[in-house]
């Protein structure tokens, strides 16, 4: 009986603990997302835990998680649309909504044609300044199997992740005058649609709609983080595991890969373009 008492006072109280401080995968694709543009156009499989986004002539489609979140980390598998995709974009984001001091950490999936490599983008924006895109080849086929994005955010620093690997890091350096996500809950989105004027070497590459309907797939969301509205104290927690030691930095092993990302797959920096900026950005100079 006491150990009864002791086990269910234990498990309610973890139970209790974790629905105020973060929550986790969702047993499917709705309890955490809503769909925000063409319903039509986003089908539920898999019992609701996976779902397949269409891009046609007549629209793309878009989620949005039902709750913004202040850190942690939000990641899903992602099976891009196979064959020729040019002209599409898929994107993975998360974004503050709001105007002028928008905060919007980016995954951008730029379409190619058969053969030729899918480009990942990102972007950080920080108090409503982005223009600080960083371009990467993947080092596998996006659409051949299903592959894990995930965004981690903390009070030291936001990293975009392929599968295991970092391809993006953006410090908080804000002792050194340098705008950092920190303030305001984010979202987390998604959408599919045709942006053939730029996605695919510039704009040159159109969208082959013989090719259409397009297909997306999704499964495994998976968002740990404080949702906002929530408790207030969840946020400024040490103890949520996103802010623990390991995930300040990046440890050896993340360090080691995200050198290789980008000595063999980064194909554009905005740090490095000096036309664009003449003067160094701060942030390209703060290091990791
Ligand atoms: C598409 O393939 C071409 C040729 O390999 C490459 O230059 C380009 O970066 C690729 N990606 C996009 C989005 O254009």
């Excluded at 986790?24 to 986003?42: G, M, N, V």
């Excluded at 053969?115 to 993947?138: C, M, S, W």
């Amino acid at each position: 009986m006491a150990t009864f008492t002791y086990t269910s006072l234990t498990l309610l109280l973890h139970i209790f603990t974790f629905a105020l401080s973060v929550s986790a995968r969702p047993a499917t694709f709705l309890q955490d997302f809503r769909i925000t543009w063409s319903d039509s156009h986003i089908k539920q499989i898999d019992g609701g835990q996976a779902i397949q986004l269409i891009l046609d002539q007549s629209s793309g489609c878009g989620f949005a998680s039902k709750n913004q979140y202040l850190f942690g980390r939000v990641s899903m598998k992602i099976k891009l649309i196979p064959g020729d995709s040019a002209g599409t974009v898929t994107a993975f984001y998360m974004n503050s909504d709001t105007d002028n001091v928008r905060d919007e950490l980016d995954f951008e999936f730029l379409g190619n044609r058969t053969g030729q490599p899918y480009t990942v983008q990102t972007n950080v924006f920080a108090h409503g300044k982005g223009d600080r895109e960083q371009r990467i080849n993947l080092w596998f086929d996006p659409a051949a199997e299903f592959h894990t994005y995930s965004i981690l955010w903390n009070h030291d620093q936001v990293v975009f992740f392929v599968d295991d690997v970092p391809i993006r890091v953006y410090k908080n350096n804000e002792a050194k005058g340098i705008p950092y996500p920190k303030l305001q809950p984010m979202g987390v989105y998604s959408t599919l649609w045709e942006a053939d004027d730029w996605a695919t070497r510039g704009g040159l590459e159109k969208i082959d709609w013989s090719k259409a309907p397009f297909y997306a797939y999704y499964k495994d969301f998976d968002i740990e983080g404080c949702p906002v509205p929530g408790p207030a104290t969840c946020a400024s927690n040490p103890n949520n595991w996103w802010e623990s030691p390991a995930y300040k930095q990046l440890d050896a092993v993340q360090l080691r890969n995200y050198r290789w990302v980008r000595m063999n797959h980064l194909i554009y920096d905005y740090c490095t373009d000096k036309s664009r900026y003449p003067v160094t950005p701060p942030e390209c100079l703060a290091g990791i």
